[in-house]
Each structure stands twice: as C-alpha cells, then as structure tokens.
C-alpha cells in the first residue's frame, strides 16, 4: 500500500475541501438512489469529522453522505487511475459515477479503488456513504451487552468499550492518482547491520515482468544495482548513518522500472538503516539499549475531531522533543502516514497500534471480530512496514481477557503479525496483568496502571509500592522487556491544591514523578508513556466533565500543564540521549 506520489511518471492530486453533505437518520439513501447522486446537501470539510462542524448532530453516528465532482488532469487517460481513502469512519460505501465501486469496514487505515475504466475526462460525480453506528461485533465494539467477566463501564453515552468519542466521517485526505500500466505495485525495505555496513533488501513487486534500477543515496554514498522483478535485491551501504532518535539518518531510495532500455516508471522512498531486536529483558535498537520515554496521543482536536490537521501534527512534535520525549503509541488506532513520515524524519520511535480497543471475547460474534483484527493487522502492516520510526507493532489495547478464548485469538494474531513482519517486536497492551495470557508468547509485555488515582484513590504513595509489587510479580512470571504504556491522573487546568489533592495540578505532577522513579528502579522496564499527551473527548459520563478526558499533560489546545514542566525536568536530557 504504497502512498502516492507525483513524479514525471505519477501524478496525485488531493480532491476538494469541501463536499456536499446530508444525514441519513432514517437510512432511505440507499433505496432512494444517493449512490447516484443527491440534493438538499450542506457543506461539509473534508478531511474533518462531522461530530463538531454542525450545531445539532454531535453525537449522531448513523449514516450520512458526501458528494463531490472532479475532472480529470490532462494526460490521464492512458494511465491507470486509483482512488485512494486515508481514513473513513467507520464503514465507507463509494459510488463513482453511479457505479458502486465497493465498501472498506474500519477506520484509520487507507483503502482505494482502480477507477480506470471508471473515470471519464470531466464532470466525475463521486458519492460515499459513511456509516459509524457502535455493534458488538465490530472492532472496536459498542454497545456491548452485560457480562459479569468484562468490565468496561457501560454508564456514558454514546455506548462505547473505549475512552474516547467515536468521531465518524471522512478523517484524512481522498486522493487521486495515475501510474503507468505494468509499474510498481508495492515495496517492502528491511534493514540491516554487518560491522560497520548496513544491509538494505528489497522486494519489489510489479504488474510487468521487468528490470528495476535501484539506487540508494546519502551520506556521501551511492550504491546502485539492476535486479529483475521477481528477485530480491541487497545493497550494501559502507561505513552507513544508521538511523536513531538521536540522529534520524535517511537515505533516498529511487526504483526505476526500465521497459526497451528505457525508465517507464519510478518510486522514491526514504530508507532509515537500524535494527530493533529484543534481548532478555534488554529492548536493542542499532545493538544498543534503548529506553522509551514518551506518551500516549489521540488524534483528536476541536472542530475537526480526528480529521488531520498538519499544523496539529507539527505543534504535538514540538511539544514531545519540548519535554524530552523520544517515542509514543498510536493510542489506539494507526495514526495519518503524515505523522509517520515525520516520525521517520525527527527521530521518533513508534509502537503501532492497531484499532483494536477495548476488545471482549464472548462468543457472539468472536468470529467476525476476529476476522476484522487480522485485517486491521494485514492492513496496517501493509502501510507501515518501511518506516524505520515503527519499532513495535501492537495488536489491541486493554482487551477484557479473562475468557478462554482471548489466548488462541491473540495467538492467531501475533503468528499473523510475525509471518508478514518477522522483523519487529509484536505486543498487546494489557490492563489485565498477570493474568494476561498472550505474554506468554508476545516478545515485549506492555501494562496500564493507575494506582492512586481510580484505585487506591488519592494515595500516591500506596499506588506506587503495588505498582512496584506487581510490576516485579509480572517480571517474575513473564521474564522479558517490560513497558508502562499507560499512567496518569485527570486534571483540571488551573486547578491547584497544596497538599496536592485528585484533580490538582500539583497531584498530576507528583503522581507521575512518583511512577517514573520507581520505573526507572526497575532494570527491566524498558519504557514509560504517560497518558496522556494533551486532554481529549470522551463520550459523556459522570467521570467525564464536560465530556473530556483530562489526563493531559497539555490541554486540548495544546497548553501546559504543571506536569509538562515536570516531565521536562524529568526527561529533558534523557530524552536526547537514548538511542
């Protein structure tokens, strides 16, 4: 799934910001013929969330439409054109000119659809219909039945199995693009390290049976080879800038397809030469230790709700390198290949989650939850393999394990993962601990904790020694790298108490010292990520004010926090060394 580009031989372009728009509550669009066209509409931003853009249909998730009409660029009609989705949330149905094209289920990760015979010259009508209603049997799951063996909190509405609002619409860019017939289809780059050469293998697929010319360059290097399609090709770099978050080396990477001597097509790609490996309870990056100091993050801010927003992606790395921050976690979805590009290029390691949050295991519709979570695997593997920033892939945040069947269904997943990426470490984070089954084959166990703020409430101190216990119990039973991937304590901006109490700033601040030195006691754990980077929405609850979660270290708008500043002192140098 490689993304677009524009090059003498691919062209991209990025489809009007603003659609026409219609709500479906009584679902009649597709009966009434929408898929062809309709009337009536608003406009609607897009990419954006439709949750805030309107002053009425906030917590509405059923179906809507968008609509909108494009030419085609001069010079495409002898290319192969495709239409390319970033994100649709949550299932995407898509009509081009009255013909239905097709339908892609879950959001967060790219889809697209070869339009060549599709396409005319001008006047294209292109429809979707987006549909984001909560079922048992998607992923992630809503408006799950009781069951005294899951423990998710059903009190807020709407009826979510995770924190945070279940934006619904079009959240990244749609794009259309043209490439040559018989070129490129997809690459997959693995790297190694020799003494004092990095390795860079790649596969290259192709629709033809051709030749590729392969150079790589940077760094004063140039090494460069002709391989057939169907081979698997090694350069070997000399003396290589490895890539790390200290010094994030990238090579430029350019494919040629060559047809009667000649180049009919190409693919730029930037390559960062490194290793990720576990050893004991040692997490080695380059052959080094590494520690992970960083955060989790929602892609989440006001108006546009998940839709991207650069300057957002931007302003939240600055705010990270600000405090010290070396890696995060895509909490709990893959975040936009804008946000990985950039973490290829400042440094950032990366565990990338797939969306499967809040997970149960009942066996009403186990099946097709399973089926979903090897997609969202395949999928997201498919985008992300070539980032060197992607040390970890996560398959599923704080699933309700307790029942049988959640170790074969995590076992099936992670054989998934490793037989497509055998390269990489894979994880689930778990807020089950001990009795999280699927550490006894995940190559890095992750927890959540937050003793001292749900339970035992407003006792720090007591909140820290049973973390201690436990994290040394876990070490005990599953004796591998170890990783906090969720602590922190709400906060109310600007609210401050002396003795430190829930809620204040001052609380904040001290909970999380407190945790990070009794992480950093603790040899085996190997990273920290506090939850959360900036407050984000929630659905509405009695534990929610004013629908928002508040366990940012920065506000919504990107604002500090007293614990930011703590984390600054904390973090600042260690931040920059680890690599």
């Known amino acids: 799934m490689l993304h677009p580009q524009s090059n003498p031989f691919r062209q991209c372009i ?44 906030r917590d509405y998730l059923g179906p809507a439409w968008y609509q909108t009409y494009f030419d085609l660029p001069w010079g495409w009609e002898q ?9 649709v949330n949550y299932i995407a149905e898509v009509w081009l000119n009255g013909m239905r094209l097709g339908e892609h289920e879950g959001g967060h990760l790219p889809f697209e659809f070869d339009v060549t015979e599709h396409v005319r010259p001008e006047g294209n009508l292109l429809v979707v219909r987006v549909e984001g209603e909560l079922a048992p049997d998607r992923v992630p799951p809503g408006n799950v039945p009781p069951d005294p063996l899951d423990t998710f909190p059903r009190n807020k509405y ?69 391989v057939a399609v169907s081979e698997e090709a090694t350069l070997t770099v000399p003396g290589a800038a490895l890539w790390s978050p200290a010094s994030p080396n990238l090579y430029d990477l350019t494919v040629e397809m060559l047809r009667d001597g000649g180049v009919f097509d190409r693919y730029a790609l930037p390559v ?45 790395y600055a705010l990270m390198k600000w405090v010290g921050a070396n890696s995060f976690r895509t909490t709990h979805y893959p975040y936009s290949e804008q946000m990985m590009d950039l973490a290829d290029r400042l440094g950032f390691l990366v565990i990338d989650e797939t969306p499967a949050v809040g997970l149960f295991f009942h066996e009403d519709g186990l099946e097709r939850r399973l089926a979903l979570c090897r997609q969202y695997t395949q999928e997201m593997i ?30 099936n997943l992670y054989d998934l993962a490793r037989s497509l990426d055998p390269t990489r470490p894979v994880t689930v984070v778990s807020a089950v601990g001990i009795g999280e089954e699927a550490f006894e084959f995940c190559d890095v166990a992750c927890l959540n904790r937050y003793f001292g703020w749900y339970t035992p409430p407003g006792q720090v101190d007591e909140g820290c020694e049973l973390l201690s216990a436990e994290l040394d119990t876990l070490h005990g039973k599953y004796p591998k790298p170890l990783l906090l991937t969720e602590f922190g304590a709400d906060t109310i901006p600007g609210h401050h108490a002396q ?48 629908g928002m979660n508040l366990k940012g270290v920065f506000t919504r708008d990107r604002r500090p926090k007293l614990a930011a500043h703590r984390l600054r002192e904390l973090w600042g140098a260690q931040g920059s060394e680890s690599a």
């Open 382 to 411: 498919a985008r992300d393999k070539n980032h060197p920033s992607v040390i970890m892939w996560s398959l599923a945040n704080e699933p309700h394990s307790k029942r049988p069947a959640a170790k074969g269904f995590f076992r």
């Open 272 to 316: 960062g030469i490194r290793t990720i490996t576990v050893d004991g309870d040692a997490l080695l990056l380059n052959g080094e230790p590494v520690k992970l100091t960083g955060f989790g993050r929602h892609e989440d801010f006001p108006v546009t709700g998940r839709g991207l927003v650069p300057a957002v992606i931007v302003k939240d």
């Open 499 to 546: 003795p430190p109490e829930m809620f204040s700033e001052e609380y904040q601040a001290e909970m999380l010292t407190r945790y990070i030195e009794v992480l950093d006691s603790k040899p085996f754990v190997v990273g920290q990520h506090v939850w959360n980077l900036c407050d984000f929405k929630t659905g509405q609850a009695v534990h929610r004010m004013g």
């Open 79 to 87: 290319r192969r054109v495709a239409l390319r989705f970033g994100s």
């Open 14 to 57: 990025t489809l009007p910001e603003f659609w026409d728009f219609r709500f479906d509550p009584d679902d009649l669009g597709t009966d009434a013929g929408w898929g062809e066209g309709f009337t009536g509409g608003r406009p609607i931003a897009v990419p954006a969330s439709w949750n805030d853009q309107f002053e009425d249909w």
């Open 158 to 226: 709407p009826s979510t199995s995770f924190d945070f609002f279940p934006f619904c619409g079009i959240h990244r860019p749609v794009l259309l693009y043209a490439m040559p017939h018989g070129g490129i289809d997809d690459l997959t780059v693995v790297t190694d390290i020799a003494g004092n050469d990095g390795l860079v293998r790649l596969h290259l697929e192709a629709g033809d049976a051709a030749t590729a010319r392969l150079i790589l360059r940077g760094y004063g290097a140039e090494v460069s080879a002709e």
